[in-house]
């Protein structure tokens, strides 16, 4: 899946995450901050890998701010980022 | 067995993880009103996301999809959704048999794409509109599908041009019509919510007289509603005992040969008879009974 403009998903409010993808310079780029970060953040930018992954998506800049989302919603919320971005500009 | 539906904004991350432990029998996880139109791809992905992962054991869910219309959302709804099996669709501003039907056919199409058995997926029409009330026994006698229906007193009271108000009297004839349509099709059938989620003696209130109407349980908005609705129809320690008499003097009788029995002056009959069952049957479902 190529990404095609910037685009974002998800909050700031507790147990959200709020991500946003752009296209990138030829690898997939992530940037995260959370307020688990010291217990769970390797974890996290490993679950949003891995939906881009799954997305086929080979090309993008992932910023996400965690607000202690579970990971059905991290997945959720890059999933929602990612396909909004894929959409024509 | 439902006594109390619980909605949840369907693109509340929050309010989905702990859907499980706010006490309701049902959880509606809401794609149509509680999310805004440009939210509503995110929040199915959330609420499929959400199904697929989180344990919501013991609890049916429900999930509102948007209103058939050119929008098309509602069958990216289903597409999302009917692959995790939720126990019942929610289809809003039903007005008619062939709305539910078009739903249904729908359903089917996404359940055999997804190699599930068609009719997998059970539907609980809302009913917001007059022309749904003046068809709520078609509507409840539409498609196999259908189990139960629910009354949306918000939009019904707007499509009336009268004012929604908590004593209800706007709503007397819809709530009459609802009971008996669902109970002569053999479906059951859930109140509106009351929306003052500060007036607690007025939700109980409203939940009584949804009972004695024949209502099976009652919607709400809030969590903290959803005590009050388990209690008023959870039956009674008292009735549950009656309920034991009446099932063993027609044991007895039925030993001894006697058609009539009566029990405390009372004539036994059929009727009678049907309620008790149906009383030990709700006290089994939910482990016993509730203090009057």
């Known amino acids: ?89 | 067995m439902r006594r109390s539906m619980l909605f949840l904004p369907g693109n509340n991350p929050n309010m989905l993880q702990n859907g499980d432990i706010l006490g309701a029998d049902a959880i509606i996880l809401d794609l149509e009103d509680a999310v805004s139109p440009d939210e509503k791809d995110a929040a199915r992905i959330l609420v499929r996301n959400a199904i697929r992962t989180l344990d919501y054991q013991g609890c049916e869910i429900i999930i509102r999809i948007n209103a058939v219309d050119d929008t098309g959302f509602w069958k990216e709804d289903l597409d999302e959704v009917i692959p995790l099996k939720p126990d019942l669709i929610m289809p809003t501003k039903v007005s008619g048999a062939e709305y539910v039907r078009q739903v249904s056919r729908y359903m089917e199409e996404v359940e055999r794409r997804n190699g599930m058995e068609p009719g997998t997926v059970k539907l609980i029409p809302l009913i917001e509109t007059t022309l749904g009330v003046e068809n709520a026994f078609e509507i409840a006698r539409s498609d196999p599908r259908v189990v139960a229906m629910f009354l949306g007193a918000e939009d019904l009271t707007a499509d009336m041009r009268c004012v929604r108000t908590k004593e209800g009297s706007e709503i007397a004839y819809a709530r009459s019509r609802m009971v008996s349509a669902a109970r002569a099709a053999e479906i059951d059938v859930y109140d509106t919510p009351f929306t003052d989620v500060n007036d607690d003696e007025g939700l109980v209130a409203d939940a009584r007289l949804a009972k004695s109407l024949g209502f099976s349980g009652k919607a709400s908005i809030s969590p903290r509603h959803v005590s009050g609705i388990n209690q008023v129809f959870s039956p009674t320690e008292k009735e549950i005992a009656y309920a034991r008499e009446v099932l063993a003097i027609i044991e007895e009788a039925k030993a001894q040969g006697k058609g009539a029995v009566s029990l405390h002056g009372k004539m036994i009959d059929k009727p009678i008879v049907t309620r008790a069952q149906q009383v030990l049957a709700m006290a089994a479902a939910i482990g016993g009974g509730v203090q009057a």
């Open chain 1, 1 to 89: 899946m190529k990404l095609n403009r910037s685009a974002a998903a998800g909050t700031l409010e507790s147990s959200d995450i709020y991500v946003q993808a752009a296209p990138g310079k030829g690898q997939v780029e992530i940037q995260l901050e959370s307020i688990v970060y010291q217990q769970f953040g390797p974890s996290i930018v490993e679950t949003i890998r891995s939906v881009a992954e799954g997305l086929g998506v080979t090309d993008a800049v992932i910023s996400a701010v965690d607000r202690g989302a579970l990971d059905c919603t991290i997945r959720a919320r890059v999933e929602t980022a990612l396909k909004r971005a894929a959409k024509e500009a």
